[in-house]
Structure formats: structure tokens, C-alpha cells
């Protein structure tokens, strides 16, 4: 059904939806997929589909490191610049590993990130610049919005490595997928079933919602489709 991810992430977009493709995971044996509902997008009709670029966070106390070992500390935001300007086309840049004490991400960033055709951001914390992101309407996913910034408060220490996101393996390469009423991930070795499995529960339920419409019941129909 798909020849490549630019396809495939149109085919998410506009024939699928985070919900549907959570029921397949969960048949699969895939049954915490789901991020925290404290997860939103900044503006409700956002919808996030891409490939993840893992970035991991950590707090600190102060701009440059004053004295201690470790050579990410002397740099003001750590590897926040690099990892922001490796992101590809269709990948979504996702961090976590900080407190809530400060954003994760701003209006700046995101216009460097839609510059280099990303698909999007899904911040373990929070966004500040609302204003600018919602202008370019770059999909941009948080606990929400709070203007502190991170520059004494937070650093990036690593990034394309394997991250933990609410307790979710998220691995390089794995799909993020999310709207209003959550993100999740998709593990890249179960992609291609996850998604055409996906596809056809969304075709059942569509003759499951005619019918209904039609006057079955609601017992009828799980009986008849299976798909409730």
C-alpha cells in the first residue's frame, strides 16, 4: 500500500488514527504503546507522524560548567544544536530525561526543524514561543507551555540513542504517531503489520458504523464484524 515513509506518513495522516493503530498493537502483544495523556498538541487539530530521532535531556544548575569533568557541560545547551540540525525529512524530534522545570523547545527551533522538513516534536516537558510554532503549524506535542527557559536549567546530553518516554521504549528509526487523543509508538520491526492491520480494522469499522447508522444493534454488529 506504501512504497516509501514520505507514502506511507501521508497514508497515517489521512486514513488512520493513533487509536486504531493502539487496538492492532494491543493484538499484537504490544500493550504499552501509549505516552501519558498529559502528552497534547499545542493546537488540537495537530497530527504527528514520523520517524523518531531520540534525544536525551538532562537538568543542570548552571550555563557552563564551572568546574566538573564532563566537556557537554562547558557548552551552553549541551548537544541541543547538533541534534536540532541532524534532524531528516519526516523524522520527529523526541526528548526526554529532564524535569519539569523548564521548555524543551521554542519558536527558533521549530523553525529550523520545518527548514529541514522534520515532522514534527514530542517533548517530555514543556514548549514556550507558542505563538511562533503555532504560525508555522508545526506539529508540536508537550505537557503544555511554560516560557523558562533551559539554557541554566537543562543541557542535551545525547542524541539518535535509545530513550525511555514515560516508561516506553523509543529506539531510533520507530514510528511516532499521535493527535489529540494520544502518541504513541510503533516498534519498526512490526510497522508493516501494524499498519495494514490498521488499515483494515479502520475499512471494518467503517461498515460497522453504517450499519449502525442502518439500525443494527450494537450486539448484531460486534457479532457480524468483530469490531466494536
Known amino acids: 500500500m506504501w512504497s516509501n515513509d514520505k507514502e506511507l506518513f501521508q497514508l497515517m495522516r489521512t486514513k488512520l488514527f493513533p487509536a486504531v493503530v493502539g487496538d ?3 493484538t499484537m502483544g504490544f500493550l504499552h504503546q501509549f505516552f501519558a495523556p498529559s502528552i497534547k498538541p ?6 504527528v507522524a514520523g520517524r523518531a530521532m531520540p534525544v536525551l535531556e538532562a537538568d543542570v544548575y548552571e550555563l ?28 520527529v524530534y523526541i526528548a526526554t530525561g529532564s524535569s ?23 517533548l517530555d516537558g514543556y514548549v514556550r514561543d507558542s505563538n511562533e510554532i503555532l504560525e508555522l503549524n508545526f506539529p508540536t506535542f508537550s505537557h503544555g507551555t511554560y516560557a523558562q527557559d533551559q539554557g541554566p536549567r537543562g543541557k542535551v546530553i545525547d542524541y539518535r540513542v535509545p530513550i525511555e518516554f514515560n516508561g516506553i521504549r523509543v529506539n531510533p528509526g520507530d ?15 512490526v510497522e508493516r503489520d501494524a499498519i495494514s492491520l490498521a488499515l483494515e480494522k479502520v475499512s471494518t469499522e467503517n461498515r460497522v458504523r453504517t450499519a449502525i447508522s442502518n439500525g443494527m444493534s450494537t450486539v448484531e454488529a460486534f457479532e457480524t464484524f468483530g469490531v466494536m
Open 175 to 189: 514510528i511516532v504517531y499521535g493527535d489529540r487523543d494520544g502518541v504513541l509508538i510503533i516498534p519498526q520491526e
Open 64 to 91: 557552563k560548567s564551572s568546574s566538573g569533568h564532563n566537556e557537554i557541560t562547558q557548552q551552553p545547551f549541551g548537544l541541543m544544536f547538533e541534534a536540532l540540525d541532524s534532524l531528516k525529512e519526516d523524522e
Open 100 to 122: 519539569l522545570r523548564y521548555a524543551l523547545w521554542g519558536g527558533l527551533m521549530s523553525t529550523r526543524a520545518r527548514h529541514l522538513k522534520a515532522a514534527g516534536a514530542v
Open 42 to 47: 499545542l493546537q488540537m487539530n495537530m497530527v
Open 24 to 26: 492492532i498493537l494491543d
